[in-house]
């Protein structure tokens, strides 16, 4: 599998896990909602296909999405696995009938969940599994050392390779370092939400990835005009600057935008490698800057 034309390369997080930079979220195979089946199943296995010929080792999923239906698309899709491409799923959540997302940390749950993964990945062993901590775009403050540690327990059982954990502070990050090794980070993080600026770069100085999700949410109306007339300027999309922006942001940081389209895939792969003029990373960087600031 090549690698060489995916923009930003690729991150080693620990001697046997490098990924490359440019990854793919496969949350939007499922249905509406993220929940169900997806209208066009065959559309669906084409997308993890065709992400993976385009090169992309790093695929991000969990077997919440559906729930089931993702996961195994993916193995309809790719199994056998390809040598070098790595799944990252998550666990911490659940779904109700309703499509809702409750929590679902307890040590027993999150055991079920991993085996809920590896049964519909048709895997014997997870690459990485981040645990979910907090809500939709913050994290929620308190102790992960029980959910946390009974992931360790299921790595020590040889079930699961790396951890990493997801909508977190960094005293949660610090917290589950002193139970296990963190290999990943995973928090709401764009243009115009930089809370988390000090945290990626303290990640970064420590080998750790920071993987943002949601490259354009949560934009103001005055932040996506400013956005817009800088893609407008480059003869780009607004995501392939959202995109450009954060590889530039910091070489740790991981990609994983998600489509259910084939072409609008290899849109995003194209757009990630467009190059940023000074002047207008300047005017990217001043969208998220909280005022006064310089």
């Excluded at 089931?68 to 309809?76: A, C, F, G, S």
């Excluded at 993987?211 to 956005?227: A, D, I, M, N, T």
């Excluded at 300027?233 to 450009?244: F, K």
């Excluded at 935008?257 to 290899?266: D, Q, Y």
């Amino acid at each position: 599998m090549t690698t060489t034309t995916l923009p930003g390369g690729t991150f080693t997080l620990a001697e046997d896990l490098t990924l490359t930079r440019m990854g793919y979220g496969a949350m939007q195979l499922a249905g509406p909602h993220v929940f169900g089946p997806p209208a066009d199943r065959d559309g669906a296995v084409a997308v993890a296909r065709e992400a993976v010929r385009l090169g992309i080792t790093h695929i991000d999923t969990a077997d919440f999405y559906g729930p089931h239906v993702t996961n195994q698309i993916l193995k309809e899709a790719l199994y056998p696995y390809p040598d070098g491409l790595r799944i990252v799923t998550k666990v911490g959540s659940a779904r109700d009938a309703a499509g809702n997302w409750p929590p679902a940390r307890a040590p027993e749950q999150l055991r079920a969940q991993v085996h809920d993964n590896l049964r519909n990945l048709g895997l014997d062993a997870l690459d990485v599994v981040n645990l979910r901590v907090g809500g939709l775009d913050s994290p929620t403050p308190g102790s992960l050392a029980e959910p946390f540690g009974a992931l360790a327990e299921l790595q020590r059982e040889g079930l699961i390779r790396h951890l990493g954990v997801s909508t977190v502070n960094a005293e949660q990050i610090a917290e589950a370092e002193s139970i296990a090794p963190v290999v990943c980070v995973q928090n709401y993080y764009n243009i115009a939400n930089r809370a988390d600026d000090g945290l990626v770069d303290a990640l970064a100085a420590r080998g750790i990835a920071y993987v943002p999700y949601f490259p354009l949410g949560g934009f103001s109306p005055l932040q996506s005009e400013e956005l817009h007339a800088v893609a407008a300027r480059l003869g780009a999309t607004p995501m392939a600057v959202a995109l450009a922006w954060l590889l530039r942001r910091s070489p740790n940081i991981l990609l994983i935008p998600g489509t259910s389209s084939v072409a609008h895939l290899r849109e995003n792969v194209a757009g990630a490698a467009l190059m940023l003029p000074d002047d207008e990373l300047a005017r990217l960087d001043a969208i998220g800057r909280p005022a006064g600031n310089v």
